[in-house]
């Protein structure tokens, strides 16, 4: 079993791995980075005011590293999230790729409206700057080297990575045929659903707490299982919650889960406000953590913090400070735009805002600007058994399970798939809230509107950790409008991550180089995995289970065997086969006509010396017994026959028989068989 870590995890992508299981290549996850897009001009008109960014058509950075492997050699991909499916097109459309991708059917839905989304912002791109040539090998300009040596050195080391690797993982955006294509490879599956791929390993999904339909995945095969452990939030606002139990008992807890650290390392979740006491999340020491663990020894209490509604209560803290913070721009005649990209998000922020709309007596509209918007909210009030338990009760009541669809049917939010749409125009006023994507403020409806709100002081912009917003907002200088770069729940807070891991309790738990100095734990074993590095995980079982099928045990007839004071059963088989169905090993029979003929018997144990003398004896044949000297091994016996030089020399793990006469080997046979248990 190896691991190979492919990308490190940043804010706004998730890491991705490949893992060697059983013979198999398992792909953890497919996201696609789009951070890069900020060495982009958003827009060709406004190429004079950005000459220090690639003015082009932009490319993507698929898959990072992953474009250095054959795809043929990939046979699944495992999704945890559906923003972990952006990159996947990029794999499917290859003629080489033939693999399974494994994903909750929430994901996949989710996954593909954002696909959709992405292809059609990058065709307004098309719009102005028009598409690539077609020609094999040819590279657009800004990508030959001397090129790339005139960019300044923040772009070019976005075009080339640390050392140069990165210049061939530049690829052009996927179409919607390869959408419709790689949608065909997704298998779906609900929560708790078994599925066994190839034969050999057995996969189940189980809740993550992070967004509608993400996942944490256990990968079980005849010589171990893993828990494959992604970002996770014990309890989410919308989101069914985390569920742990599920992974107790693994051999292996694959941790990837870093966005605890990504907040600490920040410090600040704002940019452009004084809130920073109100937002900031304390870093944990590893002395801290270790108190944390001894306060909670008993099993009980440790799952009672890990599962603690403080967590909920600082996320709801948050959301409500935006809320305040749009109200007060709002109040000044500005306008508020919203380029998040987490679904849960957008649709806790929208309950939110309109209650405190409501309650300040604002009558500002509310625009939803997203070519798949109307779809993605149609679903996620469709769905309930992929949300919360709070959710769930609001549809046994009666209610919407979210709180869009009263806002859409009074009329308070307005979608619309463009947003020039003459419907729109018509409706436009400001004030207003504005929703839309992208968060990379390079593509999207963001650019226009962004365009025309930088320079106001009175408007605000909402980002979410982890964008460079220097870097995103430097082709709209100089910027008046006020940023608020806020800091949402998006995995396993870090002082929470030891005592997960005594409640999970597997024999080795791989953990990313970042945590290494956050986890010290004599009780745990860890192992530690980096960025292009592989792994060897140590053999998880000496021995492996096998099932017996039920014709086959009936007919067995077995027999007790004593070895260093354990009982164990015993019998013969004679043409079984073992096969691998379902991840287990299965004994069965082979379905030949057995033979009529009793089978010669096999016998095993240590052979006392005194007790075949004797049985020797009774066979007739006159021997005499040599014990061992001092100078010799006390285990090892030699009995001597009185014909020729013929002896019987027996140790502690083989007897060895010289005898040249076949009807005295006959006898010496039958003598070792009264002393001997055999079947």
């Known amino acids: ?82 923003a972990g499916m952006l990159g996947l097109p990029f794999l499917t459309r290859s003629p080489r790729f033939g693999g399974k991708v494994y994903a909750t059917e929430a994901a996949a839905r989710v996954g593909r409206l954002m696909m959709e989304e992405l292809v059609a912002m990058h065709e307004e791109m098309l719009g102005f700057y028009g598409p690539e040539r077609e020609e094999d090998g040819v590279l657009p300009e800004w990508l030959r080297w001397e090129e790339v040596e005139r960019l300044p050195e923040t772009v070019r080391e976005v075009v080339m990575g640390g050392s140069g690797e990165e210049m061939g993982s530049w690829m052009p955006l996927y179409s919607a045929a390869d959408i419709k294509e790689c949608m065909q490879s997704v298998q779906p599956l609900k929560y708790a659903e078994e599925v066994c791929f190839n034969g050999t390993i057995v996969l189940k999904a189980f809740s993550s707490g992070l967004e509608i339909g993400s996942c944490n995945w256990t990968i079980s095969g005849p010589r171990g299982s893993i828990a494959y452990l992604s970002s996770s939030i014990f309890q989410s606002a919308h989101a069914m919650d985390f569920d742990y139990h599920s992974l107790q008992g693994k051999d292996v807890v694959l941790f990837s889960d870093l966005s605890s650290l990504y907040s600490l390392a920040d410090g600040n979740d704002t940019s452009g406000s004084n809130h920073d006491e109100e937002m900031e999340e304390k870093d944990l020491s590893p002395s801290d953590v270790s108190e944390v663990r001894a306060s909670y020894d008993k099993e009980d209490e440790t799952r009672s913090y890990l599962i603690d509604p403080g967590e909920s209560s600082e996320e709801n803290n948050k959301i409500s400070f935006i809320c305040s913070c749009v109200i007060d721009s709002l109040n000044e005649g500005g306008s508020v735009l919203i380029p998040v990209g987490r679904v849960g998000i957008i649709l806790v922020l929208l309950e939110q805002l309109s209650q405190l709309l409501e309650s300040s007596n604002l009558e500002v509209p509310i625009f939803m600007v997203s070519s798949t918007a109307e779809e993605m909210l149609a679903f996620t009030n469709a769905i309930p058994e992929w949300l919360c338990k709070r959710r769930q009760d609001k549809l046994f009541a009666g209610e919407a399970l979210f709180g869009h669809v009263d806002l859409m049917r009074e009329r308070k939010l307005n979608i619309f798939p463009l947003l020039y749409s003459p419907e729109l125009l018509m409706m436009w006023r400001e004030p207003c809230i504005v929703f839309a994507p992208h968060w990379s403020l390079r593509l999207g409806p963001v650019v226009h509107l962004l365009h025309r709100w930088h320079a106001d002081h009175r408007c605000l912009l909402i980002l979410e950790q982890g964008v460079d917003a220097e870097a995103a907002l430097l082709p709209f200088k100089p910027v008046a409008i006020k940023v608020l770069q806020c800091s949402f729940l998006s995995g396993i807070k870090v002082e929470k991550i030891q005592p997960l891991l005594e409640v999970l309790r597997p024999k080795f738990t791989l953990l990313p180089e970042d945590l290494r100095s956050q986890c010290k734990d004599p009780n745990l074993s860890f192992l530690y995995y980096s960025e292009n590095t592989t792994v060897c995980i140590p053999k998880l079982r000496e021995n492996f289970e096998a099932f017996l099928a039920t014709d086959l045990a009936f007919n067995l007839l077995p027999r007790r065997l004593t070895i260093k004071g354990k009982d164990m059963a015993i019998a013969r088989l004679k043409g079984g086969r073992l096969l691998l169905r379902n991840g287990k090993y299965i004994l069965v029979s082979s379905g030949e006509k057995q033979a009529t003929e009793p089978l010669n018997k096999l016998y095993w144990g240590c052979i006392d010396p005194a007790r075949l003398l004797s049985a020797l004896k009774e066979k007739e044949i006159n021997a005499s017994l040599r014990l061992p000297s001092e100078n010799e091994d006390s285990t090892c016996s030699t009995i001597y026959l009185e014909q020729g030089d013929d002896f019987i020399k027996i140790s502690a793990s083989q007897t060895f028989i010289r005898c040249a006469d076949e009807s005295t080997v006959a006898r010496i046979y039958e003598a070792i068989s009264t002393i001997c248990d055999g079947i």
């Open 1 to 82: 079993m190896k691991l190979t870590c492919l990308s490190k995890e940043a804010a706004t992508i998730s890491r991705h791995a490949l893992l060697h299981l059983s013979g198999h290549r398992l792909l953890l996850d497919c996201p696609l980075d789009l951070s890069p897009l900020t060495a982009f001009t958003p827009l060709k008109t406004l190429a004079s005011q950005t000459l220090t960014l690639i003015q082009s058509l932009p490319r993507y950075k698929a898959l990072r590293n992953l474009h250095l492997y054959d795809p043929s050699l990939i046979d699944a991909v495992l999704i945890t999230t559906p």
